[in-house]
């Protein structure tokens, strides 16, 4: 068996018996992070991956190592890593192309060159060699389209589908999938007395490159999506399908039987034994099952009991371990090999002698983040790890605001929520819920309440759970009404939706009803739905502001900055109703834009409105961003399960000058957030924007224009 192990400070490769024993050390000469190590069938070699996205292969006698290949870019999900093939002459791989498509290339043992299999119009990966020699099969996608801009929001809602085929690897083989005789087949003896078995025999596996693609056909299973192809016995072949709301499931394919069966539901990965007998499969919860590759999987039979695995850890030790690795982190994964200047030999023999002296895993994060903290880059971040487990107590909320008046707990604030959305439950405003603002709160549970008391302490384990108030319009219980309620675990949702709606409306009173709002938390998930829920609903408005304060950053905002800066080309009339003309193209709203930012605003936040001034949108309002524009990716875990990053890639501009990381987005007009105007009730950012935007209006506005008179365009010759 084999493993890389860091034992000395640097990975290397370690070759030993199946008890460990016997040891063989094979050293490299850059040593870093390495990947997906396989051997070959015959255990002459092992092919792995590097952090640089190289592919290798060694001789394990003599330990020489030979470059393969290399992926190409440093895209968060590596598709290189090495399938050998039965007779251990070849190595099947995947590897990006100049498009940023996949395709699948074979490496040559013997030749030591590499061969193109796919011709880089499908994005083409997972290859998996049949135990037969005679095919390789794979996936590929021919609607992978925008999803090659994996950092740009509009790769977001771009379902996959994949198809699985299968190449025929020598001109002179047939297709296994051509029509099949009626005629009666005899049946060959196999001598007993040979002294091999025919199914022990290992395939020679040979291949007729010259107009291979032309030998490339499909199995018959619908598109789906699919990953981690994998080869069984000869003629069977693994497959995972994720379903939207359910999962991934297990399939296994027979090219003989000419159909595709699902085995298994919940897991999460698996791996085929080198005979094709067995899979060792990981599901939800981390269950780990040996089972029969034959058969259905029976997710409770042949559980590996992991609970029962122990080692013994002497935490200084893996300390000093941490921070070492963390350390070449950032020689081996940081974007630019100066990292920003920082001489790294000064840097470990700074701070790795703080080790020595710390005393927990906190001692440890603190360190790791001052030694982030000499890269100077915006994004450095460390914290998880073997911590304690703290038990927490789950204090359930109303989704309100108090204040004490004549000793009880009066409700100022009541917030509204969406209960029709499970993340946006408010527990006082549900149907039924007689609570109003203005009322004291005098009991939970029946349990009296005055402001003597801390309010929470009667709440405690309450999340997610009925229980009676009691309230009252007087600050006593004549006439006091009861009601049971669920107390949610946060607010924060409740109360940042809050804030929204009280911007929009704002903005409206504020514009007369011209001016749209619409703010983007992020530039991921969150930020792509808010932008699709408000800013096509306001379709109607004359413009729109843009609030992108706070942003948390994500993505590249593409999706956002493309449909903002549509420009109208015309209209499609209307026949019915008041005659509005749809506008071509239809989705957007026509008029200024004004996009308001902050320092709280960074990454995909320092991305956004960097597009929006260079594409000449619109003005910005506020405060320069934070300016942290590097992406975090690629970067393997600590040890422990913690974490440090080491940006992966850095933002230059159309000049060939790296760019906003350090310096942030500076606004056209200069506004803060004084506490004094928003203590009272002020927000001087927004303001400013609707008042820019309206005096933009007097010389922007676009008013849509009337059908014209009814063309006529039937002529007939006069008579």
Known sequence: MSWFSDEGGEYHLVIAD?????????????????????????????????????????????????????????????????EWSPDSKWIAYTKRLKNQY???????????????????????????????????????STNYGLNVGWLDLSSQERPIRRAIYMAVLTKDAPSPFLPKSD?????????????????????????????????????????????????????????LESVPNEGLKLHRYSVEKRKGEKIADGIQTYTVSNDGEKLLCRFKGGKWVI???????????????????????????????????????????????????LDLDWAYRTYSPWVDHVRHRVDLTYILDILGGETSVGHSFTGGGDLPDVERVPVGLLGADYKIDNGKYRIVRIYNGENWNPKLRAPLSAPGIDVREGDYLLAVNGIELNSDVNLYSLFAETAGKQITIT?????????????????????????????????????????????????????????YNSFNRYYFAQQDKKGAVIDERFNQGGSIADYIIDLLSRDLIGYFNNPVGKHQP??????????????????????????MPYMFKFKKIGPLVGTRTWGGLVGIWDVPRLVDGGYITAPRGGFYNVKGQWDVEGKGITPDVYVEQ??????????????????????????????????????????????
């Open 582 to 607: 749809f506008t071509a193209p239809n989705a957007a709203i026509w008029g200024p834009k004004v996009m308001i930012i902050n320092e709280m605003a960074g990454s995909g936040g320092d991305m």
């Open 291 to 341: 089972a029969d590759a034959n058969g259905k999987i029976n997710a409770g039979k042949g559980v590996i009991k992991t609970a029962d695995m122990k080692m013994r850890l002497v935490p200084s030790e893996e300390w000093k371990q941490i921070f070492r690795e963390a350390w070449r982190f950032q020689r081996d994964y940081f974007y630019v090999k100066n990292v920003h200047g």
């Open 674 to 719: 004084t506490p004094k105007m928003v203590n009272t009730g002020h927000d001087p950012q927004l303001e400013k924007a609707v008042e820019v935007a309206m005096e933009l209006l007097k010389k922007y506005e676009v008013k849509l224009l009337p059908q014209p008179p009814d063309p006529v365009r039937v002529k007939r010759p006069v008579k």
């Open 18 to 82: 199946q008890f460990g024993g016997n040891r063989k050390k094979i050293n490299f000469k850059k040593p870093t992070f390495y990947y997906t190590p396989v051997w070959s069938p015959d255990s002459k070699y092992i092919s792995f991956g590097d952090a640089d996205r190289n592919l290798w292969v060694v001789n394990v006698e003599t330990g020489s190592a030979q470059l393969i290949d290399n992926e190409g870019f440093a895209h968060p999900e590596r598709t290189i890593y090495p």
């Open 471 to 527: 309230v009252n319009d007087k600050p006593v219980r004549e006439g006091s009404r009861n009601f049971t309620v669920i107390p949610v675990r946060s607010e924060a949702a409740l109360r940042q939706r809050a804030w929204i709606e009280n911007n929009r409306r704002k903005v409206d009173k504020l514009s007369n009803g011209k001016l749209a709002y619409v703010w983007l938390p992020n530039t991921s998930t969150a930020g």
């Open 183 to 239: 005629d009666e087949v005899t049946e060959k003896k196999v001598n007993k007395n040979n002294k091999k078995d025919v199914k022990d025999k290992c395939p020679s596996v040979n291949i007729d490159f010259k107009d291979i693609q032309k030998r490339i056909i499909s199995l018959n299973l619908p598109e789906r999506n699919y990953s981690s192809l994998k080869a069984g016995k000869q003629g069977v072949l693994f497959y």
């Open 102 to 140: 996949n395709a699948i290339f074979i490496y040559s043992i013997e030749k030591k060159k590499s061969f193109q299999l796919t011709d880089g119009m499908s994005d083409s990966r997972s290859p998996a060699w049949d135990a037969g020699g005679k095919y390789i099969y794979f996936l590929a």
